[in-house]
């Protein structure tokens, strides 16, 4: 069964810091992983995908990394601002026909002005 | 018009009760999903299907129904709620690939 781990569950920093957020995974046999944005009151917002096969992906200031075989992921936002506060999320999703998606339990990002 | 659409967005119910949640898209998709979240945790599977005539359980799906009423809506039911059913639900879709999710709905069973 996959497991996916977040560290840390909640993470504050001031404006203008970069940051990095952390996700592991138990099964590396994945059809893809996914970063959501999760706001309160609000559904999920999907911010990247990484194909089994891609290394890295890149949006704006997010970029995002996966390594397979060691089964981690990374998203990294670089100059963060007040409105990336938010719960960020990691899903990976099944290599099988269900094509399923596994979530962490999430970090808790709080950028201070 | 929201992709994803889910009603009520808030509910409060007795145990006991038989209450039903509902989820419409119109991303044409034909992949429909049903997730809970409880606080601190991640989404976990309820229910999903692939198509009108195609339910599947997922994690945690004791204590739950579903119906495919068309491509477009896919509903969850709880015939009995129970307190510890109190949770974020969510609706997904996807075509495989990419996944929407609806704004959820917040159910409380008291």
């Known amino acids: 069964k996959q497991e996916v781990t977040q560290i840390p569950a909640a993470l504050s920093v001031p404006e203008g810091e970069n940051l990095v957020l952390n996700c592991s995974f138990t099964?590396?046999?994945?059809?893809?992983l996914q970063w959501f944005r999760q706001d309160p009151g609000k559904g999920l917002t999907s911010l990247l995908l990484i194909q089994s096969s891609q290394r890295e992906q890149t949006s704006g200031r997010l970029n995002a990394s996966l390594d397979k075989s060691s089964g981690r992921s990374t998203l990294y936002i670089a100059a963060s601002q007040p409105g990336d506060s938010a719960t960020y999320l990691c899903a990976v999703q099944s290599s099988g026909s269900a094509r399923q998606l596994t979530f962490g339990s999430g970090t808790q990002l709080t950028v201070l002005p | 018009d929201a992709d994803v659409t889910q009603t009520p967005r808030n509910r409060i119910t007795k145990t006991g009760k038989r209450i039903m949640l509902e989820c419409s898209q119109t991303k044409g998709h034909d992949r429909m999903y049903w997730y809970r979240q409880d606080p601190g945790l991640g989404l976990r599977l309820i229910y999903y299907s692939f198509d009108v005539k195609d339910i599947n359980k997922g994690e945690i799906s004791d204590g739950y129904s579903v119906s495919r009423q068309a491509q477009a809506k896919f509903s969850l039911s709880l015939e009995s709620a129970i307190p510890n059913q109190t949770a974020l639900y969510f609706c997904?879709?996807?075509?495989?690939?990419?996944?929407?999710f609806g704004s959820g709905t917040r159910l409380t069973v008291v």
């Open positions: 997904a879709t996807s075509d495989s690939r990419d996944y929407t």
């Open positions: 099964d590396s046999a994945i059809y893809n």
